[in-house]
């Protein structure tokens, strides 16, 4: 570790160690906040993959664990610099309040989201596909698995995701 003894006594062995440093701003993010949007959602869907909510979290405990669909989309390494991002994060809102939009997606759900970001229907999709190829990348397959219970074989579809997604907080509100 850098000191101000090292650096002192061995200027030369005090740049070597800086850079041979790597700071991780992860952990100390999470030692300031207490827990990580990880281990949040990870305590909200049971630690195992047989486990429950009910198991993990007792039915008298009156704090629960608030999971937005932006954690969820962070939780699956998605980026919050894609603009697919957002429009997912509205898409899968969305389809929380009404499950019917996703009967046609094309026609139902993605005009209104190109609306309020001011652009087509096939620009939305490209968008939020781009953004969840991202978050593949990133290793979110590992945690949708985790996140659905299902094997993650291959990257979903957007409106397969969104389903997964929406089906996933809607169960959570309902609760």
Request: hydrophobic content about 35%; proline content about 3%.
């Given at each position: 570790m850098?000191?101000?003894e090292t650096v002192k006594e061995r200027p030369q062995e005090a740049v070597l160690l800086f850079l041979e440093e790597e700071p991780n701003l992860g952990k100390r993010v999470e030692a300031s906040i207490?827990?990580?949007l990880?281990?949040?959602v990870e305590k909200s869907i049971g630690t195992n993959l047989g486990e429950t909510v009910e198991e993990t979290i007792p039915r008298n405990q009156e704090s629960r664990v608030e999971i937005t669909a932006a954690d969820l989309l962070r939780y699956l390494m998605?980026?919050?610099t894609c603009m697919g991002f957002r429009q997912l994060e509205m898409a899968i809102n969305l389809a929380?309040?009404?499950?019917n939009r996703l009967l046609n997606?094309?026609?139902?759900?993605?005009p209104?989201?190109?609306k309020a970001?001011?652009?087509?229907a096939n620009s939305v999709q490209k968008n939020m596909r781009v953004a969840i190829l991202a978050g593949w990348r990133n290793g979110g397959g590992e945690q949708l698995a985790k996140l659905t219970g299902l094997p993650a074989r291959s990257r979903p579809v957007t409106k397969d995701f969104i389903d997964l997604l929406a089906d996933y907080l809607r169960r959570r509100i309902a609760k």
């Open positions: 850098l000191t101000k207490g827990q990580s990880a281990a949040q998605i980026p919050g929380v309040e009404d499950e997606v094309v026609e139902n759900l993605y209104l989201v190109g970001y001011g652009s087509s």
